[in-house]
């Protein structure tokens, strides 16, 4: 015990976030979304429940995290979900590209 300050363990979100990851990897990818979401690693909760067939629930948390604000790579996310080109544009448009 006496070494026991100088071990240098990860802070819990990376662990959690590794935990996450190696799920997805998987294929538990409702569970590895469930991790994601607590974390607030927004882009990988979409992913992971656009893999798991579940679009709709996708599509809800994309446009609810776009009325906080607007990042390319979720309007892109709605373009996937949606199949919408016009989502992709809008992402195009934001990342100045």
Known sequence: ??????????PRWVIKRDLAERYAKIGIVTSAAEIFEEL???DEV???YR?????????D???????YAETPRMW?????ITNNHIYYEKAIELSNG
């Open 40 to 42: 607030e690693m927004w």
């Open 61 to 67: 948390i994309v446009r609810n995290r776009l009325k």
């Open 46 to 48: 979409v992913e992971c």
């Open 51 to 59: 893999h798991a067939g579940k679009g709709s629930k996708a599509e």
């Open 1 to 10: 015990l006496r070494n026991l300050h100088s071990i240098v363990y990860p």
């Open 76 to 80: 892109a996310a709605l373009g996937d």
